[in-house]
């Protein structure tokens, strides 16, 4: 059911950053669904969280950790299991899961991040997660990121990952990164984890300012339903471990090109999160151009992304303009004038002035949205700020996956 | 697909009101799709319409009359085309319609108010409606409620009419209504119109002031997929027909009688149209206790009864607490504590202070939310405030309806 086609680049290793994957048997026997990072010393972290309030026990730990330090050296990553909704036994089970593994590697507890993916509301195996720990870390290998890529996926139908490089006074910078989402497991909901790395050397503050502003126009320009995750998680890691000098600043030239790249390997994560979203048939952008600002570009962005209607409509290739006009003005812009806007699928103009387009077919529409990549383009006419968020389809197989996924 | 019985009980005439409807051939010869409802002069009219920004014509034509006078002497309601997205041409078309009927009853063109529901995008058939006008007139009758209550359908399953009556002072005071939704016309959205007249005597003011609080507690705490029609309307007419003095202020003993009775009627309406949403097999209660405030009650009610998340797991009797709490987490409600929060499902206790509550069973849960009538109690332990909404759950035949109904 998933969009388009999978990744095909191989994963390039980033050194100073091993990965070992392990079936420790947390749900089922024989599924690879613990993950072990470890980072070399010296290394800095940048990271960004669920705002759910109702936030999963491993996510509380990690902020605590990042609190106390940014001498991160390990990270640990179970799927089968969310613990959230578990109360103070879990968030005992989350620091005794870093305890373990932070004694077998000689490290501070604190210098341990937890993360989870899983069902709701049940303790963490803490027996299998103690037992698999070993074999994870026995498999520590460099290149290992589509393992880690497989061993993080719970009910995503393809492992999603990016990497890229690029040139900085004669030196080579490596980015990669794989991701997780939006997967189910019963009796549960969708989580988002992403873990990316890079070998540049970043000052920890400089890292988490990448991170923050990376995630912003990737991770966080997406929805499948709209429904935020209780342990969504997203890490940036920078080894130092390259020939080039570390990053000064916001304003040096090697910062910009980072950010740049850790901004597209985001991106190509967020997009294959959503080409594997539940059910998905279609890969939909949503572009709004002439905004006021970007707060308000983003409102009428998820208010179309996120419509029941427009999505029923698409999974359908129902070049449905009137629903698209619907949500745009369910958006709460304020004294939006509708008889301003235009709206183009793909290269057709299909609303002229609040108005079906003259000239527009329902052929024209249909054609342009019966292939599997659909970009709507609204134009409000109001100011100069353009952003995009990206969606999926609503089908019978996201109602199916989500309802009868009780096996 | 609807849950539950539809109406069996007599829609009772209210006296100052007749309706009249009949076949004009708007979309499909043979349907009933044009109704006319004639106020008895020195009637009053309360009304509310959506909020959406793209409203439709005779959204715009009906503010428009009423801003000039509140004499109010006919309603004119067509099904099978909404006369939304149709520009300049849509506003001359609603008010010709407005136009041509005054013509008929001698009164004044903005004593007329104008109601569409259908497919968007379209002009209005001006010929068939005009046509039909004489033979929704020639059928005016006060017992013809239900009639109009099947003549205002579009999609809608079965009928929706509400009827009480109160005796105040030794007179009979009536309030009956009719309302339909969440229908849907190709290629279009759903649309809510409910028209609720009584023969109390009520000046214009109070009237309103009725009209916004009741539907403020009934049509305003309901969704279906949480998507806004252009179309929206609510009109609430008083004929003072009866023998009971007029209302004299909000103080009034009648004036409190008839705002209960109202929202009693309108209640119901509303729960109707949830009763049969698209492809609703659940009707669904969210109750949220102990907010600080009501919009922090509505805000924690709409996050659950909107997730799509929430609504699947429902379809399929899962009594999946994770999902409540993460919707309950999502909502954006400031320094929420999810460890002091419970969960109810009818009697059952599922969550206990954030955690699955002692002693709580899958079989207990699955229990409770198996049949078609669903309660969800959510406290928050930090107010004093309740407020409930009401939705149906997310199905197959939501899907399908919305994304294949193309015929």
Redesign the interface.
């Known amino acids: 059911m998933a969009v388009g086609a999978g990744i095909t680049e191989p994963l390039l290793p980033v050194s100073g950053i091993s990965l070992g994957v392990t079936c420790a048997g947390i749900k089922k026997v024989g599924r690879r669904d613990l993950t072990v990072i470890e980072l070399t010393p010296g290394s800095t972290v940048g990271a960004v969280f669920t705002?759910?309030?109702?936030?999963a026990a491993p996510v509380t730990v990690c902020k605590q950790h990042l609190a106390e330090t940014n001498d991160i050296r390990l990270l640990v990553i179970n799927t089968g299991n969310?613990n959230?909704?578990?109360?103070k036994q879990g968030l005992e089970d989350a620091m005794e899961t870093c305890t373990r593994l932070a004694a077998k590697r000689s490290v501070d507890v604190n210098q341990v991040l937890p993360f989870s993916t899983g069902?709701?509301?049940e303790y963490l195996p803490m027996t299998a997660i103690s037992n698999g720990l070993p074999n994870a870390l026995e498999a520590l290998a460099v290149d290992n990121w589509m393992d880690a890529a497989q061993g993080i996926m719970t009910t995503d139908t393809r492992p999603k990952g990016a990497t890229r490089q690029f040139e900085f006074e004669g030196e080579t910078i490596t980015v990669t990164g794989i991701s997780k989402g939006s997967g189910m497991i019963r009796?549960?909901?969708?989580t988002m984890l992403a873990f990316v790395a890079t070998d540049a050397k970043v000052p920890a503050g400089l890292l988490q300012k990448i991170t923050t502003e990376a995630t912003e126009s990737s991770f966080n320009r997406i929805t499948v339903?709209?429904?935020?995750?209780?342990n969504d998680a997203c890490v940036l890691m920078a080894t130092g471990q390259s020939n080039a000098s570390a990053v000064v600043d916001e304003a040096d030239p090697l910062y910009q090109q980072l950010l740049s790249t850790v901004k597209d390997v985001m991106l190509s994560l967020a997009h294959q999160i959503i080409r594997d979203g539940e059910g998905a048939n279609k890969f939909i952008e949503v572009k709004v151009e002439g905004a006021v600002d970007r707060a308000e570009a983003l409102k009428v962005a998820y208010s179309v992304a996120?419509?029941?209607?427009f999505k029923?409509?698409m999974?359908?290739s129902?070049a449905?303009?009137?629903?698209i006009?619907?949500?745009?003005?369910?958006?709460g812009?304020e004294n939006?004038d509708?008889?301003q806007i235009d709206v183009y699928l793909g290269d057709v103009q299909i609303?002229d002035?609040?108005?079906?387009a003259p000239g527009y077919t329902e052929e024209q529409g249909t054609k342009a949205v019966s292939g599997e990549e659909i970009n709507v383009r609204i134009c409000l006419a109001r100011g100069e700020v353009t952003e995009s968020v990206w969606t999926s389809d609503?089908?019978?197989e996201?109602?199916?996956i989500?309802?009868?996924y009780?096996s």
């Open positions: 705002k759910n309030a109702f936030c969310a959230a909704g578990t109360g069902v709701i509301g009796p549960n909901m969708a339903d709209s429904d935020t995750s209780t996120d419509s029941p209607l029923t409509a999974s359908a129902d449905n303009w009137g629903r006009l619907m949500a745009v003005g369910k958006s812009v939006l509708v008889d609303v002035e609040g108005q079906r609503l089908s019978y996201y109602v199916r989500n309802a009868e009780r």
